[in-house]
């Protein structure tokens, strides 16, 4: 038998735009070469504009998606985005224990691009509590960052990291999209402090599933064998470039064009 690409599990809530969410990490892990596997943790009512409405799915159910599909196929990475409940979080957070070879993405969704709320304060604690030991990587905007550091809505990005290091994750990429400034600085952390600084030209308008995007890409390097650094570097050049060629469906934000590289049908 031929060998198949490596699998990536993704945990997120499905966007019926296809923008964000769990649509958009299996575009991106399809387009980098991998299988896209995936456990739906929440529906939401959402369109370019912004999110209208999320109802989470029971843990059980989440447990039951997870565990059928990790029962037969090997899984190289996981990614996780919108989870959609402090139960789900525990629950996602077990099977996770019982795979701790591959490398976990954690994308900390926490609102959407418009500002509409997807995860309590309770449900911060537990993804601190619970899942951020669990992560290889953990890829906040600024915005979340000083959130999953509980700091001040100005603290300083560093320090910001480096609380998040202390709470069990090694590696900490802050993204700069929020920032002010012609370019966007994304930044990689870890114990010793910045380990690189990536300076990307800032693009026109607003997108919508660029975290969403950048994560998953990140997932399919590193389950594609990549050092965490170079997964890094790789998964940035792709995100910027999808965005660069993104599009603009409905009256909203663009959404990235994952198959940028990909031959166009005529």
Known sequence: MPTHPPCVLSFAASDPTGGAGLQADLLTLAALGCHPLSVVTALTVQDTHGVQD??????????????CVLADIAVAAFKLGVLGSEENIAAIAERLARHPRA????????ASGRGDPLASDSMLEALRRRLL??????TPNSIEARRLAGASEH??????????????CP???????????DDVVNTLYDARGVVEEHRWRRLPGSYHGSGCTLAS???ALLARGRELAQAVREAEDYT?????????????QFIPDRSFASPKAE
């Open 171 to 181: 590696q900490v990429l802050i993204t700069g999209t929020h920032e002010a400034g």
């Open 240 to 252: 910027w470039h999808a965005l660069a060629a993104g599009f603009k469906p409905g009256g909203g």
């Open 54 to 67: 999320v109802r989470p799915v029971a843990a059980a159910q989440v447990a039951a998606q997870a565990d």
């Open 217 to 219: 890409a990140i997932a």
């Open 133 to 138: 030991p669990r992560a290889t990587i953990v």
């Open 103 to 110: 490398p976990v993405v954690l994308d900390p969704v926490l």
């Open 155 to 168: 603290a300083p990005l560093e320090g910001c990291a480096r609380r998040i290091i202390d709470l069990g």
